[in-house]
């Protein structure tokens, strides 16, 4: 074993608690950070060639993940149809948790699109992200609009960062939808896909909005976030960040449609909306970072919850990558900007994934089994 690994288990193994949830909705957030990470090292290969092994490996631990989780969460439903303890996850507090899972399919969707033509998957990678998106778009319009309907007509206690779970899915759907369109013959069906994937990216924002504001002012006026649930503070960049690809990549699709004089309206209010994103990164790493560093000072107990330090970092690498990228801001120091903090977030993605990984197999092996 090395070194390193050697290093973060000693670390992870000091008098730290370990909670593992029985298989469901919560345990696919493994499989967000690893689709993501795989996706954003798979769009420099054509740079890197060598990128090719790491990203097609990380593809392949991904789904290998995706579907041990969907199989065994489904036998573990159809095994226990009548205990009332197999349907907690119908409860309205687990409600965001179904965001995970949304997005796992997504990611996995959008990594095989990019990487799948560089290891000989050129003839499934668009069928295949096609059908991962439908179902990890279906999955999260499903769990915004439910968690938000119990959040209006149920008690569910102070909202914190959790809850936006719930919404960060419709926007990896206006992502994704957006590139995967391009990919169309159908002009028809390239449009279809543009407007869903703009009222997915509409309805992520204004319920993350209003999730968000609840949750930082809760936590300022009334309870701190609990040790247990630190590392939800990071949920809140993933909106950050995802809606910054989203916009960009929305914009550069809507060209298809719009007339040369109008399209350059919407790549500026893209560059626009990215820079004011950019800059509501500041605040929220601050504060994610604050609560990481005194949830692991205090003991932070191992849980699924730890694959929050991926996927909102690395949604934000992808922002940055999308903006700096945009044409018309080409050479600029804008442009500058936006790929220094494209490939910053990147490079932390790798050690925080690095991080979850060896973490969750060492609790795995060590913590407590389930039967239910």
Not at 213 to 225: E, I, V
Not at 261 to 276: F, K, Q, R, V, W
Not at 320 to 348: R, Y
Request: positive net charge; proline residues 6%; contains cysteine.
């Amino acid at each position: 074993m090395r070194t390193e690994e050697k290093r973060i288990i000693n670390y992870v193994k000091q008098q730290r608690a370990i909670i593992l949830p029985p298989m469901g909705p919560a345990w696919f957030s493994s499989v967000m950070g690893t689709g993501i990470l795989s996706n954003l090292l798979g769009r420099h290969i054509h740079a890197q060639p060598w990128l090719i092994v790491p990203s097609a490996f990380l593809l392949g631990v991904g789904a290998l993940l995706l579907t041990l989780y969907t199989y065994s969460y489904c036998a573990r439903w159809i095994k226990n149809t009548n205990n009332i303890r197999s349907k907690r996850h119908l409860l309205p507090a687990v409600d965001p948790n179904w965001g995970t899972v949304s997005m796992g399919y997504l990611s996995i969707g959008a990594a095989l699109l990019t990487v799948g033509p560089h290891i000989g998957l050129s003839s499934i990678a668009v069928p295949g992200d096609t059908i991962l998106w439908w179902i990890g778009t279906l999955i999260g319009i499903i769990t915004n609009f439910s968690f938000m309907a119990h959040a209006i007509f149920r008690h569910l206690g102070q909202p914190v960062p959790a809850w936006g779970l719930a919404v960060v899915g419709p926007m990896v759907s206006a992502t994704t939808g957006a590139i995967l369109l391009t990919h169309y013959a159908c002009l028809g069906m390239q449009f279809f896909i543009l407007t869903l994937s703009f009222l997915c990216f509409i309805i992520a924002l204004v319920n993350g909005a209003i999730i968000f504001a609840l949750a930082y002012g809760s936590h300022m006026r009334f309870n701190k976030l609990p040790t247990a649930v630190a590392l939800s503070a990071w949920i809140p960049l993933g909106v950050v960040g995802q809606s910054t690809a989203a916009a960009v990549a929305i914009a550069s699709s809507s060209g298809l449609f719009l007339t040369q004089l109008a399209h350059p309206y919407a790549t500026h209010m893209a560059i626009g909306y990215g820079c004011i994103m950019l800059l509501t990164a500041i605040p929220v790493i601050a504060f994610a970072a604050r609560q990481t560093i005194s949830g692991f000072a205090r003991n932070l107990p191992f849980s699924p919850g730890w694959w929050a330090l991926t996927f909102p970092i690395g949604t934000l690498a992808l922002g940055g990558a999308f903006l700096s990228e945009v044409p018309m801001i080409a050479g600029t120091l804008l442009a500058t900007i936006a790929s220094i903090i494209g490939w910053a977030s990147l490079t932390t993605l790798c050690f925080t994934w690095t991080f979850c990984a060896i973490a969750s197999l060492w609790a795995v092996k060590n913590g407590p089994r389930t039967t239910n």
